[in-house]
């Protein structure tokens, strides 16, 4: 029983509780793993046989650790710990004949998936581009997640694109059953249809499975929480693990109420609350209670810890968004003899935020590695796009031609483009020159528009055309989910850097601009990650750790997203995703936020996020404290109100390129010669940094 000993008074019970329902609402950092993994050899040590012991996580790493740890604790065990999944594959094996497949069925995977779906629509001619084949996955995955029977997908998917997903996923399934294969969804699907319908395999397993225990139990989805409930609806021996506060995942399908209805479901439940936190100082628990109180469906927990109050929790306000990734990488540098770079992490709430923190860490040569998502330019969107622009630029580009000729979709497949490819080389020609007919004319037909929409637009201005005539905003319009959403924030994050440069240089050159971006893009491929701050989304922290993290972008329209203010439980759940955020830090703290900043190609303004405004004025240090109180927006900084009126033959100074003459002038842009090493640029009449003579 020393296993005991390391433990505090609230783990220890819950621990040492063995027979009927239990939930432990565990707080941030307070131990949660070793509960459980202490918990399964207490059970052992019991005299329960470790075969009739279930622990259910919800990654593979977690389960590694959970048995990495019990076999330190209690060697030879044979308790099973795995994930949902992992659990419904053994089901599965075990009952494949019951429900009607051969044992050696096989598992595809979301890409396998994707083809069956794209050969369905493609032999019933379902080509559009508000239905996507990734819109339908994404919906046959609700439907199987939620446990829609026959009838209700008859009554939901009734009308318009709903009808012909319906359509698609009847198909889906005869190809599946037809191929004797099963999707990841059905893995756990299958085996609550197998527990309903066949009783006697049910409690089979309710016999063999007398314990169980639920990691993470707030990010459960329906299919889930249906699962645990019919094995522990026997004996009700269900132990819990989990923290409403902590749950984030609302847009993949989670329920938080499911733990806070655990009472409801099970009677005389013991109820047990993990408030000692083991990673945070005070201050930063305190600012992390002291915004989760705000919400109103919650359990009621306060997190507290021995490691003393620490210091204040400290508040960056700045200028713009430049001048707050600025006063980050000051702050780094500050604390560098303390920390290792490791020690450091910096989150924002939407991956849009961090091209331009890559960019200025980049210039400030600190090296950095980015978690859960690619660095800005090798994202699939903004390499797409790119190569749009490199195409408007030299159509006689193949490479960026062979990349989006069919992105998004148009129709124009592999044989088609072998033909091209044979056509030209037969004839000696670029790509671009052999096209002549079909779907592809269309698409040579939109490049010949966008570049003499090129000559008439501004950078950001092409940008925009180019999102809405290739079609590329309306795929990802037209298929709702977090991951086209985070692309379309990047796609108008992209305006920013378009704008940054206009206002920077004063030029609309496509030339200068994507030879800019290449060196930043090129750069960016080679840093030394053996010591680097890491760049993270909030949602992607989840579970991690570090010494010092920084909070940017603590704006209303940024964090709490804008999308919040929209939708049911919005600003609950960006509430939470704030407290998880804030309970990664263990000794230091900063929040962050800007007086304007440029996003999606504009400048707004956004007041502090309300988050900010929850957290006791005590625990802040605040720097720059009269930012935001009374004092109106700077004017723009590098444009002029008044737009100057050119002439061909014009002389201008320009603060770069020098002196040059104006060649002609269409619309807000002039184009002039400059000497030999510039050449002729395309600026903007009202760039401050041009002087008339």
Partial sequence: MNYLEELNDKQIEAVIHVDGPCLVLAGAGSGKTKVLTTRIARLIDCGIPSYNILAITFTNKAAKEMKDRLERIVPGNYAFVGTFHSLGVRILRENASVLGYDKNYSIIDSDDALSIIKKIMKEKTYISKDITPSYVRNKISSIKNDMLSDNEI?????????????????????????????????????????????????????????????????????????????????????????????????????????????????KNAKVISLEENYRSTNNILEAANSVIKNNKERKEKNLWSNKGEGKKIK????????????????????????????????????????????????????????????????????????????????????????????VPKRGIGEA????????????????????????????????????????????????????????????????KNLENELRLDNLEEFK??????????????????????????????????????????????????????????????????????????????????????ITRAKERLYISNAKRRMLYGKDVVNPP?????????????????????????????????DVVDYKDGDIINHDVYGKGVVVSINGDIITVAFNKKYGIKKLLKNYKGITKE
């Fill in 609 to 641: 996020s309300r988050f900010i405004k929850e957290i006791d004025e005590d625990l802040l240090e605040v720097e720059n404290k009269n930012m935001f109180e009374g004092e109106k927006i700077d004017k723009k900084k590098y444009y002029s109100d």
């Fill in 154 to 266: 008859d009554n939901y998917f009734s009308s318009g694109n709903d009808s012909i997903v319906k359509d698609i996923y009847y198909e889906y399934q005869a190809i599946l059953r037809k191929n004797n294969s099963v999707d990841f969804d059905d893995l756990l699907l299958l085996p609550v249809k197998l527990f309903m319908e066949h009783k006697d395999v049910l409690e089979s397993y309710q016999d063999k499975y007398k314990y169980i225990l639920v990691d993470e139990y707030q990010d459960t989805n329906e299919v889930q929480y249906k699962l645990s409930k019919l094995l522990a609806s026997k004996y009700k021996n269900i132990f819990v693990v989990g923290d409403p506060d902590q749950s984030i995942y609302m847009f993949r399908g989670a329920n938080f109420r499911n733990i806070l209805n655990f009472e409801r479901d099970y």
């Fill in 496 to 581: 920013s850097i378009t704008k940054t440069f206009e206002e920077r240089t004063g030029s609309v050159s496509l030339e200068d601009f994507l030879e800019e971006i290449s060196l930043i893009a090129d750069i960016s491929e080679h840093r030394d990650d053996s010591d680097a701050v890491t760049l993270m989304t909030m949602h992607s922290a989840k579970g991690l750790e570090f010494k010092v993290v920084f909070l940017v972008g603590m704006e209303d329209g940024i964090f709490p997203h804008q999308n919040a203010f929209f939708e049911s439980q919005g600003l609950e759940e960006e509430r939470r995703l704030c407290y998880v955020a």
């Fill in 315 to 406: 508040y960056l306000r700045a200028y713009d968004g430049k001048h707050e990734i600025q006063l980050v990488l000051d702050e780094i540098k500050r604390i560098k003899d303390e920390y290792d770079y490791n020690d450091i992490s910096v989150l924002y709430r939407t991956n849009a935020q961090a091209r331009l923190v890559e960019e200025m860490f980049l210039k400030a040569n600190i090296p950095y590695k980015v978690v859960g998502s690619y660095y800005f330019y090798n994202r699939k969107e903004i390499k797409d796009l790119i190569c749009y622009l490199r195409l408007i630029l030299n159509k006689d580009d193949e490479i960026s031609l062979l990349r989006v000729i069919n």
């Fill in 416 to 479: 088609t483009i072998k033909k091209i490819e044979e056509t030209a080389r037969d004839n000696n020609i670029s790509m671009f020159e052999a096209i002549s007919k079909g779907k592809e004319l269309g698409f040579k037909n939109l490049i010949f528009e966008l570049i003499k929409d090129s000559e008439e637009l501004s950078l950001t201005d092409l940008v925009e055309d180019i999102l809405s005539k290739t079609g590329i905003r309306a795929e990802y319009e037209s298929n």
